[in-house]
């Protein structure tokens, strides 16, 4: 595990922005797990200027996110699919098929949508680099506390918490939905590479559970320790609870002189 530790939120976007491009300048048609939440925003934003004053080329890269909305369709301005359309891809040259976004608007056979989400993962040749927020109950994704840590792609129904979390990008009166489509724990961790992004204190605890707690259903963003490529990329506030800064500090300058392809 690797902790890289940032001042502020704008500085975790930029770190995440440049492990994202080093990717896709390693391997033009690498696949990418993406994520939404407000913490990603700037890391777009950054991917976006690379696009346009780098040429940073997504021509042939393939992305698949992560969750959606249950019950909204892609043109809901609250849905994930409209998120990433307003941050990436409408600035970026990511050819429209290459594009994979569970389909909130979905009726009927649940099971079967989800199962060939997850099989066009596999056909894919599974998720090179895996984006990931983190939720204030530590989940990742929409894998709420107690879900299997076996999990694949399924319908979730959200907790209150996460429910009163994202009322504030909702209209008043507005109805929040109480099921999502989401990859399960045993998706993500089937990718070669993790990339977790925290901002601010309301993530303290999440993060220093994640990452120092037990592993548990209780906390599914802590089934990351099972994982062997994970880099966590915290503001100072979201990284305020960790007890081991000092150790994942030495850790870091010890693996950018070591081994600095792992950067
Ligand atoms: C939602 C998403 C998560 C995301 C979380 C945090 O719950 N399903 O994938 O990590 O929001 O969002 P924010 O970055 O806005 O705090």
Redesign the pocket.
Known sequence: MLLVLKPDLEEVGREAARMVASAVRRNPAVRLGL??????VGMYQELVRLHRQEALDFSRVLTFN??EYLGLSADHPQSFAYFMRQHFFSHVNVPPANIHIPDGSIKGDYRQYCAAYEQSIREAGGIDLQI????RNG????NEPTSSLGSRTRLKVLTQE?IE??HKFFAPGEEIPQC?I?MGIGTILQARRILLLASGAS?ATAISNAIEGPVTASVTASALQLHPEVTFIVDRDAGAQLKQQAYYRRVLEMTVALTPERM
Not at 35 to 40: H, L
Not at 139 to 142: D, M, R, W, Y
């Open positions: 994520a939404t939440g407000s913490t990603t992560l969750d990931l927020g983190i939720g989940h990742i994704g929409f996460t979390d994202n999502a989401t993530k």
